[in-house]
């Protein structure tokens, strides 16, 4: 025992003591998918039966998050070489490298006397023969997914030097029922469409929802009143409001990054102009005033400044102005219809739905207007959300007569996967990181 | 039109041919048939306005203004509304798949709105009526092509409260 102890120390010394000469191992988020990086994620360890299962179950959850990156390849278990058989001792690198593992991740899942499990994990550069940052966390047993996706964005973070994105959830719309009679509720799952959970009923029709930055409070439109009207949706206590008792209609809400505010369309009288309302004082205050359509608006993430699309121009283009209505510029240029402008929550780029030629595309382009590349198209592709480490943008797609689907693609635009719904599903809103 | 009418009663017979025969009425009706009116709906129901006047009108692709037909259902409405001054509406307006989701909120709102306009100037009491949009969320044809497209842009003119029951 004694020994096993020295030698785990003196093990974890020789790590310590490593010098750092190598390179770092690194996946580049732009090129990555290329020549995606051999990653060995190894069954978490278990002390009990229970305990491997929920191991075995963990890695499984890890190696799919980073298969989805298309930034990792998982090596298929059966062709790993050597049996990890505990956390303290080094592994054998040599067994790795034959299978062209570049990273290695093992982790053992250890039952607490009060009912929780701990969770450690230890990442290594094989080829370096160096371990990276290790990392160590407790939950309850019943809490596993989240384990694997802290895990997922542990690794990614430590591989890529980027904020991971599977701690995360998506509220979206579900679809059933005859398209003339279409039923949609709001929905909540983890971002790989685990554990989905109705938020509203059947009774009225909901649309477009959107987290606040807290992820405890979403913001959406629902007809139970009769006419749109947007609402706030507390999820701690499920606890449903009207935004405000305007006239007419409300639509297209979204928060502001510090949560303060909602910037949203209100159309009075056949005119939609776009507001933003103090959601303490609840004052409202006019951001456009012109005949066209102004809608969508969405922040820029420091909270400067607004895009929106508007139709003055005779059709449906993105603008940018400022948080308090001035300055507003054009700057879609491209040919075809641009709309739902949404704003990356890195700054650099404004995600957006074009329309062209009868075929819808996602895209991006700097919020200069500059730098414009399409990412999908197909019958109807619409509503982008980004993933908060503005690398992959969800969205829904509905082929001719079809119902629709979420779909996700990143930045390269070849990493086009769909995301598994149970029903028809729209208007997908991705969450921060999970605090 | 004499084409209509014959199209029609083939419709008509071949509707007969194919059900069958009624069968003899067993019990007497409670209330006698209304044998003494015109054939039709009763005149300033909902029906009424429905089948003789007509309820919805037709956009362009993209387009919000009133085309000659659309007009003329609206002047129809509008001396339907002046003879029943109890009646209330709802228009709605309504968009085809081929937009973004809140745009065609938008859309839909102006397009009830440009109807309203219209019903008010020809004399219609702004405070009789209401306006709704339902975007491109309650398609009248479920297909996806431009037949059905056409059908779906419109405006819908719904009686609330004051009709003849």
């Known amino acids: 025992m004694l020994k096993s102890l020295a030698a785990a120390f003196s093990f974890a010394l020789a790590f310590v003591a490593a010098p750092l000469a190598h390179a770092q191992l690194r996946v580049n988020v732009e090129e990555g998918h290329l020549n995606p990086m051999p990653i060995a994620v190894v069954d978490f360890l278990g002390a009990n039966p229970a305990a491997s299962q929920v191991g075995g179950d963990v890695a499984g959850v890890i190696r799919a998050n980073l298969e989805r990156s298309a930034l990792f390849r998982a090596i298929d278990r059966g062709a790993f070489i050597e049996r990890i058989q505990a956390m303290n001792v080094p592994p054998r690198f040599a067994d790795w490298k034959i299978i062209d593992a570049q990273a290695l991740v093992i982790g053992e899942i250890t039952p607490q006397p009060n009912g929780r499990i701990s969770v450690d994990v230890r990442l290594f550069d094989v080829f370096g023969e160096v371990e990276l940052r290790p990392f160590s966390t407790s939950t309850t047993a019943d809490n596993w997914r989240r384990v694997a996706h802290l895990v997922s964005d542990h690794i990614y973070e430590q591989l890529t030097g980027e904020r991971g994105y599977f701690d995360t959830r998506i509220v979206f719309v579900s679809e059933t029922g005859p398209r003339t009679r279409r039923v949609k509720r709001l929905m909540m799952m983890d971002q790989d469409g685990a554990n989905p959970f109705f938020l509203t009923g059947s009774d009225a029709m909901v649309l477009t929802p959107r987290f606040a930055p807290s992820t405890q409070m979403i913001t959406y439109l629902s007809f139970e009143t009769g006419a749109p009207r947007v609402f706030l949706f507390d999820l701690n206590t499920n606890r449903r409001e009207v935004l405000g008792d305007f006239p007419g209609m409300s639509f297209a809400p979204r928060f502001s990054p510090d949560g303060t505010r909602v910037v949203f369309t209100l159309d009075m009288s056949g005119n939609a102009e776009i507001y933003s309302m103090d959601l303490r004082s609840r004052a409202r205050t006019r951001l456009t005033n012109h005949p066209a359509i102004d809608t969508g608006p969405s922040y820029a993430p420091d909270g400067s400044r607004i895009t929106f699309e508007s139709d003055r121009s005779g059709s449906q283009q993105i603008y ?24 990356s929550p890195r700054g650099d780029l404004i995600a957006f739905t074009r329309q062209n030629s009868g075929r819808f595309s996602i895209g991006v382009m700097r919020p200069d207007g500059s730098g414009e590349r399409i990412l999908t198209e197909s019958y109807l592709d619409e509503a982008p959300t980004w993933s908060p480490n503005g690398r992959v943008i969800m969205f829904f797609r509905e082929g001719r007569g079809q119902g629709a689907r979420l779909w996700s693609v990143d930045l390269t635009g070849r990493n086009l996967r769909e995301i598994p719904t149970q029903t028809d599903a729209s208007d997908p809103a991705w969450s921060p990181l999970l605090p | 039109m004499r084409r209509a009418l014959v199209a029609f009663s083939a419709v008509a017979a071949l509707a007969a041919c194919a059900s069958r ?145």
Not at chain 1, 320 to 343: K, L
Not at chain 2, 87 to 102: M, Y
């Open chain 1, 320 to 343: 940018v102005m400022n948080a308090d209505g001035s300055g507003q510029r054009r700057i879609s240029f491209g040919e075809g219809r641009y709309a739902t402008p949404v704003w």
């Open chain 2, 21 to 165: 025969p009624d069968p003899t009425p067993t019990t007497t009706p409670t209330t006698p048939p209304p044998a003494e009116r015109p054939q039709g709906p009763v005149a300033g129901s909902i029906e009424d306005f429905r089948v003789s006047v007509g309820d919805r009108i037709f956009y362009g692709y993209d387009r919000y203004d009133l085309t000659p037909e659309a007009r003329q259902v609206l002047e129809r409405q509008a001396a339907w509304l002046r003879q029943y001054p109890n009646v209330r509406i709802l228009i709605a307006g309504n968009c085809d798949e081929r937009g973004t989701r809140e745009y065609n909120l938008a859309l839909g709102a102006r397009r009830a709105a440009a109807a309203r306009d219209y019903l008010a100037s020809l004399g219609v009491a702004a405070n009789r009526m209401e306006t709704v949009s339902y975007g491109k969320e309650r398609p009248l044809d479920p297909r996806s092509n431009e037949e059905a497209w056409s059908v779906n842009r419109n405006a819908h003119t719904q009686i609330v409260s004051g009709a003849v029951s």
